[in-house]
């Protein structure tokens, strides 16, 4: 069992709809991220959250915006979505954004199962 | 030049082969480095992490290699359940801790 929790599995949506997808983790990671993965593609960065703070949006639309209410708790709040953003969502946590240990001892991510989204 | 380059395959090999990845990366700065296995419609999960000097994981064992900016993944005695896909991730000092993902190599082992 993944130790990030994502709901929902599975989301259909229409264009005018409102939906969150919603991410936990209980590892005490300060960092959180969503990616974004299309069919034979690789997770794409959208948003990076460290220590509750959003660090980094990689110009995603702001028809995708995301929300950390506490250390373990991650939203993406989704509105007006394209038939394109048909996607699976994945969300992923680390220990610390900021540290770097040189190789020597590196911390990867933790993904959630992600949340595979349909837009209609 | 992409950040992260692959092969990506498809590797087709019998089970028992010695299979190998290669994956190039374009900042030198780079500091930290990953393989993740990827199966069809899952979540990529941590397969090894890459240190300087090299590491193993039973039939698994991934190399850095700084220079040249290219990490390696050996998989020995190849089993019919490590056919997924394999993804390199690397991040860059400076960058916030967001990893950058290859696009994956497919691996598929037969009987």
């Known amino acids: 069992d993944t130790e990030v929790t994502q709901t929902p599995k599975h989301l259909v949506m229409g264009m005018t709809n409102k939906k969150s997808l919603k991410c936990e983790q209980h590892?005490?990671?300060?960092?959180m991220y969503w990616y974004k993965q299309k069919a034979k593609k690789p997770p794409e960065l959208m948003f990076v959250?460290?220590?509750?703070?959003?660090?980094i949006n990689e110009s995603v639309p702001s028809r995708f915006s995301p929300e950390c209410p506490n250390s373990s708790l991650l939203n993406l709040h989704l509105h007006a979505l394209q038939p394109e953003d048909s996607a699976l969502y994945l969300c992923?946590?680390?220990?610390?954004?900021?540290?770097?240990?040189?190789?020597?001892?590196?911390?990867?991510?933790?993904f959630g199962s992600g949340t595979r989204l349909t837009v209609v | 030049r992409k950040e992260v380059e692959q092969d990506p395959g498809p590797f087709n090999v019998p089970e028992g082969a010695t299979v190998a990845f290669n994956c190039t990366y374009s900042?030198?700065?780079?500091?930290?480095f990953f393989w993740y296995r990827q199966d069809c419609r899952k979540e990529p999960k941590l397969l090894m992490s890459?240190?300087?000097s090299g590491n193993e994981d039973g039939r698994f064992t991934a190399q850095l290699n700084r220079a040249s900016q290219y990490i390696s993944l050996l998989i020995r005695d190849s089993k019919l359940s490590d056919s997924a896909t394999y993804l390199c991730?690397?991040?860059?000092?400076?960058?916030?801790?967001?990893?950058?993902f290859g696009k994956g190599t497919k691996l598929s082992v037969k009987p």
């Open positions: 992923a946590s680390s220990q610390d954004a900021f540290r770097w240990t040189g190789g020597v001892e590196s911390y990867g991510y933790t």
């Open positions: 590892m005490g990671h300060r960092a």
């Open positions: 959250y460290s220590y509750e703070k959003l660090s």
């Open positions: 900042n030198s700065a780079s500091q930290s």
């Open positions: 890459v240190y300087s």
């Open positions: 991730a690397v991040n860059a000092e400076g960058s916030q801790g967001n990893l950058i």
